[in-house]
């Protein structure tokens, strides 16, 4: 079994509409949780980043952490266009003071907003 | 301010072939990292370096090898390359202390016939 696991979809929605992105994990030991997004032939950018259990919002993007049932969910509201793209979800379990950031990375959901 | 650069961006190669993938970060990151994504895998790890002078496996380190040539630079070779190594290569990097927080480049798109 995949540490994460996440449809890689893809995901078709028009604008204005609601996403809910999401992704499972094995892992009781990750404690740091990320987003992060991936335009066509460029490379990932960090898009929100929690930690533990809880809620995280930055303008139209949410993140939440459910620890207990191994389970993050990443939703946009008022989508755009310019949201299309891949969404990775990411997790790590070293402690924000290590040295190491290695993370764990899903396999990535194609989201496609259309006008 | 480039970031992550990463060369070549194209590459394409016979099978046995050898090649060196350039990566330099100019954020004064100390951790630099190999990933390969390959459509249905996700990211996985190659090799990662996390700190000036030290190198580790990844997730799928075989057939690789890599240098941290100094604190900016991160190489990955391919010494006989497979067509199993088509993909497209990503280098990040990361300051130290912050797990998680990846700054990627653009990424080397590497086919081998």
């Known amino acids: 079994q995949k540490e994460v696991e996440q449809d890689p979809g893809p995901l078709s929605v028009p604008e204005g509409a609601i996403v809910s992105l999401n992704c499972t994990y094995s892992?009781?030991?990750?404690?740091?949780f990320m987003w992060y997004r991936q335009y066509s032939r460029k490379g990932p950018e960090l898009l929100m980043y929690?930690?533990?259990?809880g809620n995280k919002e930055d303008g139209r993007f949410t993140a939440q952490v459910d620890k207990s049932s191994k389970y993050i969910s990443l939703f946009i509201r008022d989508s755009q266009p310019s949201d299309s793209a891949t969404y990775l979800c990411?997790?790590?379990?070293?402690?924000?003071?290590?040295?190491?950031?290695?993370?764990?990375f899903g396999r990535g959901t194609q989201l496609t907003v259309w006008p | 301010n480039a970031g992550v650069t990463q060369t070549p961006k194209f590459q394409v190669l016979k099978t046995g072939q050898s090649m060196t993938l350039q990566c330099a970060q100019d954020?004064?990151?100390?951790?630099m990292y190999w990933y390969r994504q390959d459509p249905g895998m996700g990211l996985r790890l190659i090799y990662y370096?996390?700190?000036?002078?030290?190198?580790d496996k990844g997730e799928v380190p075989n057939g690789y090898n890599v240098s941290r040539l100094n604190k900016r630079e991160f190489s990955l070779r391919l010494e006989s390359a497979a067509p199993s190594q088509t993909s497209v290569y990503f280098c990040?990097?990361?300051?130290?202390?912050?797990?998680?927080?990846?700054?990627f480049g653009e990424g080397s798109r590497l086919t081998v016939l």
């Open positions: 990040a990097s990361s300051e130290t202390g912050v797990a998680g927080e990846l700054f």
């Open positions: 892992n009781s030991a990750f404690q740091y």
């Open positions: 929690t930690y533990s259990s």
């Open positions: 990411a997790m790590s379990a070293v402690n924000r003071g290590s040295t190491l950031g290695r993370l764990y």
């Open positions: 954020m004064n990151h100390n951790s």
């Open positions: 370096s996390a700190s000036e002078g030290t190198t």
